[in-house]
Structure formats: C-alpha cells, structure tokens
C-alpha cells in the first residue's frame, strides 16, 4: 500500500521560508517522479514542482520558479520543497504526489498524500 505523508507546513508571515517533507513508502521510491501540487481555498489543485526518478531535471510553476526548489533523497525515500520568500498568495494546501513520469499534469501522479497546510500571514 502505497503512503505518502507530507510534513513541515504552518504558518509564517509573508517573506518567511517553509521547509515542507513528504515521506514515501509502499513503492519503489526511485522509479517515481515526484510532485508537489497545492490547492488554495475555492480554487482547483494546481501544479506547483515535480522532479524526475533521478532528481536530475525538475520542473516548476512560473509563480514559485526562483523561490521554491525541490529536491529528493532516494536512500531516504524523501522529497522535499524548499519555500524561500513566502507570499499571502502561497496560503494552500500542499500535496506531495507519485507517478510514472515527469509531468505538469496533475493527471500524471497516481499516488497522492493527505497534504499538509501552508498559511501565510501579510
């Protein structure tokens, strides 16, 4: 059964930096591209970061590139966000999911965790 359990949310005020971690098991970490994908409130879920199986090609939205980075670790079976200069526009819940193949889409991720929440404060 595959678990994926994010960690690391909170609240911080606008410009604060969150860690958020998302742990796996029941899969074979390595052979998942790994995303982050966020649902802020009365909008649809929407593709924030994914990285390949390798860790060596990541992708991001064009509202988090230059802020956010993504990062795994296979032996740990982990992956990770990075949230520099947070934003009242950051304020969602963050979802950490597993697929196949690298891809913005969200319908690309099978697996998907129970998100944790991000609130930021202006």
């Known amino acids: 059964q595959v678990q994926l359990v994010e960690s690391g949310g909170g609240l911080v005020q606008a410009g604060d930096s969150l860690r958020l971690s998302c742990a796996a098991s029941g899969l074979t970490f390595s052979s998942y591209a790994m995303a982050w994908v966020r649902q802020a409130p009365g909008k649809e879920r929407e593709f924030v970061s994914a990285i390949s199986r390798s860790g060596e090609t990541t992708l991001y939205a064009d509202s988090v590139k230059g802020r956010f980075t993504i990062s795994r670790d296979n032996a740990k079976n982990t992956a990770t966000l990075e949230m520099n200069s947070l934003k009242a526009e950051d304020t969602a819940v963050y979802y950490c999911?597993?697929?196949?193949?690298?891809?913005?889409?969200?319908?690309?991720?099978?697996?998907w965790g129970q998100g944790t929440q991000v609130t930021v404060s202006s």
């Open positions: 999911a597993a697929g196949r193949f690298l891809a913005k889409l969200l319908g690309t991720y099978a697996h």
